[in-house]
């Protein structure tokens, strides 16, 4: 029934009525929609952090740490892989040096030969076609000397480069020794850092989202303790229409056998189960919005606290110095810096390597060749006896010359022999050379530091965008949360309002008057039915003085989303 429809002496009280029962829907209309705010803001702020604890996700976490603790343990080998390198130079200088004396004997030999040989071919100039045969033997010992001076050469050539190789790699182990160590220090304590950092970063996460999950129980508790509003507002419409409902009884025919005093009785008993009804409502109204309002207040202290758990992740304000995750990049950073000098360095040592291995090489074909000359030596002189033998005294001189001549190609034989025997050892100190340089063939440490270093900036820089999103919606949910507690003054206005009509009702109690049962039995009856709660109809019975209504029990449910829209109006 609207305010036109009243009429009587109680229309003044039923439009005061009226206007705190507009504004109690008012009011519980903008707390309703001020609540729903505070929720989206919670849901924003969830949704940003979970943004943040997603910026470094575990997997990722996982194979940047992995790729640096690989390549802190392959920076932890390079001064075995340079002690390795330089023990292979050491044994191939040794082996060097053990070569010189025989290439010495070689060479004197070959001299000796020359000799000999030069000797044959004056000796036999007289005799025909001895003089060609003896320029034959001459120009295989001439290519012989020129192989074993090229041995020697290159043996030469070797150990000049040994020399400088191996006192460089001495430094190397010692600038080793200094300067890794601290990267590999640095790198594991900086991966360390990071895992401990997001393991507090997930934990803080998991405080956060414990406090918002209980904001939201809070608010669930809240919605359902906002059904006061509704409830307040259709007891006020029952006071409203059992005060219309009374006039219009005064007026009719029904009380056609009531004095005057007994219609005056009348009117003040229904006043007062009105205002009996309207404080019952008044305290019910006060004690329940009380408690909405404490517990919305007690949600600016758990948006506090979140505030706090994001500042201390040690991510806020940009701050780089107190993020583990800058520190680590900066670390990478400095790590790369020196390992591309070591690497630099390594890289010349291999080259070194390889190219003393090459040496070998051509040394071991060389000796080869000098073994073919040794054995066409030999047989031509083994031929030139033969024919010696057969040109008979002519040939005795010559004979004697070329017996040197072999005695001499079998002491290069066993020279040769020597010579190879130690080049075998040069030849296995130069694979295992080839085994530390194979070892180390990998993608470079300068490239994984790059890649492990992109990765940690990568999810650093989106780390921080996420960080710096959470910090506004961390401080737009404190904004909100002012702005939301100033929309949920229930109070204001509205008890005073209610209050004054209910004082009003009562400045003039009811007084017990005789003849009223039947008109109290009639219009309370017309009342009675209006009400909907079990408190209304308990104080109507102990006003009116009829039997307490009997209740069927309820059932409890929990809310679902229609009821909390109901409750919201």
């Known amino acids: ?78 001064s075995a892989i340079e002690i390795a390198r330089q023990t292979r130079f050491g044994e191939i200088a040794g082996t060097e040096k053990n070569l010189r004396p025989h290439v010495d004997d070689m060479q004197e030999t070959l001299r000796y030969l020359r000799t000999f040989a030069v000797t044959a071919k004056i000796t036999g100039a007289g005799i025909p076609d001895f003089a060609g045969f003896a320029e034959e033997i001459l120009q295989r010992i001439q290519d012989g000397t020129r192989q074993v001076n090229d041995f020697a050469s290159k043996l030469h050539h070797l150990g000049s480069d040994l020399g400088p190789i191996r006192v460089k790699g001495q430094k190397i182990i010692e600038s080793y020794d200094q300067t890794i160590p601290q990267i590999v220090a640095g790198l594991s304590s900086g991966g360390v850092e990071i895992g401990n950092q997001r393991r507090v970063l997930m934990q803080r996460a998991d405080s956060v989202r414990a406090i918002a999950r209980g904001i939201q129980n809070k608010l669930a508790s809240t919605l359902s303790a906002m059904q006061i509003g509704d409830i307040t507002r259709q007891r006020i419409e029952h006071c409203q229409s059992s005060l219309q409902i009374l006039d219009a009884y005064l007026v009719s025919g029904d009380v056609a056998g009531l004095d005057e005093a007994q219609r005056e009785g009348l009117s003040r008993i229904i006043r007062e189960l009105v205002s009996l009804q309207l404080s019952q409502s008044i305290d019910d109204f006060d004690r329940d919005t009380s408690k909405i309002v404490e517990t919305v207040a007690s949600f600016r202290a758990d948006i506090t606290e979140i505030d706090a758990l994001r500042r201390a992740m040690g991510l806020d304000g940009g701050d780089d110095g107190n993020n583990a995750m800058r520190q680590l990049e900066t670390g990478v950073g400095a790590a790369r810096s020196a390992v591309q000098d070591i690497e630099a360095v390594a890289r010349e040592a291999a080259d070194l390597s390889r190219t003393t291995a090459d040496t070998v090489r051509d040394l071991l074909q060389g000796i080869g060749v000098i073994q073919l000359v040794r054995t066409d030596i030999h047989y031509m002189a083994l031929n030139t006896n033969l024919r010696c033998s057969k040109i008979g005294e002519e040939g005795r001189a010559i004979n004697v010359v070329t017996a040197e001549l072999r005695n001499f190609a079998a002491q290069l034989d066993v020279t040769a022999d020597k010579i190879l025997a130690e080049l075998q050892t040069l030849q296995e100190a130069a694979r295992k050379l080839n085994d530390v340089e194979d070892g180390n063939a990998e993608e470079s440490l300068d490239q994984r530091l790059e890649k492990a270093m992109d990765s940690i900036r990568t999810a650093g820089d989106r780390m921080d965008v996420e960080m710096d999103a959470l910090g506004i919606q961390s401080e737009a949910a404190l904004g909100d949360m002012d702005r939301s507690l100033a929309r949920l003054d229930f109070n204001a206005e509205l008890g005073e309002i209610l209050r004054a009509c209910a004082d009003e009702f009562l400045a003039e109690p009811a007084r017990p008057v005789a003849g009223l049962e039947t008109a109290i039995a009639d219009l309370g009856g017309r009342i009675g039915r209006l009400y909907t709660m079990v408190s209304e109809r308990e104080l109507h019975a102990r006003v009116l003085g009829t039997p307490a209504p009997v209740e069927a029990p309820v059932l409890a449910t929990v809310m679902s989303d229609d009821d909390i829209d109901d409750a919201l109006f």
């Open 1 to 78: 029934m609207t305010v036109t429809e009243a009429f009587g002496a109680s229309a003044p009280f039923v439009e005061r009525m009226e206007v705190a029962r507009s504004r109690i829907e008012e009011r519980f209309l903008e707390g309703g929609a001020a609540l729903l705010s505070i929720l989206d803001v919670l849901n924003k702020l969830v949704a940003a952090l979970d943004q943040v604890t997603g910026s470094f996700d575990e997997e990722t976490a996982n194979a940047t740490l992995a790729e640096l603790e690989s390549t802190v343990a392959r920076l932890s080998q390079l």
